[in-house]
């Protein structure tokens, strides 16, 4: 595990979008896996702003979101690929046809996460998988108590994570409280990792993550068994930790 402690959240993002840049510019038709969230958005925009303006390509580039709300169509307002649309894939040359993303609203969603699995071991896999925390250490979906070996499924989301996320949900709206995710172990599968983690929220999970024991508790702590995982931290979100040697400063 690389784990770089950055200044600010600004610093912390340009170095994330610098490395995706390097893997499409090392392999232009790379397999990303793509996050959602708050601390995405500004990791999208800086990676319009490298197409735009250092002519980074996505024309070759295959994409696999890591999660959507059960019950929600794409064209949902509140769905992630709504989201993706809005904040990266609207902006860029990504192909249509390259662009996979869950559909919340399938008929089966059990039937939809086994295929979705399908669709990712068909391109032979995911090159660079993109990941941001949750507070109570989550990634994509995998909640507390998932399986570290799970593959993509439906999870119930926890209640923390409800209360996280009430806010993206108006009155008028009925926040769903499942979703579609990639398992712990279709991330970990993976041939490469970025974590992006900022702010004085995720402390407490980044410690747990990096220095503490590998646990259900903390989904994240797995992240210690992946050989090629890059974790990108501002100041605030790695206050926490006990031991900053062999951190890298920048």
């Given at each position: ?209 990096i220095e503490g024991p590998i646990s259900a508790r903390w989904p994240a702590s797995v ?28």
């Amino acid at each position: 595990m690389k784990i770089f402690l950055c200044v600010d959240a600004a610093q912390a993002t340009a170095l994330a979008g610098a490395q995706v840049q390097q893997q499409i510019m090392r392999k232009p038709e790379s397999v990303l896996g793509f996050a959602t969230g708050g601390t995405m958005e500004a990791l999208y925009a800086e990676l319009i702003r490298l197409h735009r303006h250092q002519a980074l390509s996505f024309a070759g580039v295959r994409s696999f979101n890591l999660d959507e709300y059960l019950g929600l169509s794409g064209t949902h307002s509140h769905s992630y690929s709504h989201y993706m649309h809005q904040h990266l894939f609207d902006h860029v040359n990504i192909q249509p046809q390259h662009i996979h993303l869950l559909q919340g609203d399938a008929a089966d969603p059990v039937v939809e996460a086994q295929a979705y699995e399908q669709r990712i071991q068909a391109v032979d896999g995911i090159d660079l998988q993109l990941l941001g925390l949750g507070e109570n250490g989550h990634i994509g979906f995998n909640e507390p108590s998932s399986s570290l070996a799970s593959r993509t499924r439906v999870k119930r989301l926890a209640p923390d994570t409800l209360a996280a996320n009430q806010r993206y949900f108006s009155a008028d709206i009925s926040q769903p409280t499942h979703a579609l995710t990639m398992g712990i172990g279709t991330i970990m599968d993976a041939r490469q990792v970025v974590m992006l983690a900022l702010g004085a929220k995720k402390a407490d999970a980044v410690a747990h993550m990096i220095e503490g024991p590998i646990s259900a508790r903390w989904p994240a702590s797995v992240l210690q068994m992946h050989p090629q995982t890059t974790v990108i931290l501002d100041a605030p979100a790695a206050q926490h930790l006990a031991c900053q040697i062999g951190r890298a400063h920048v």
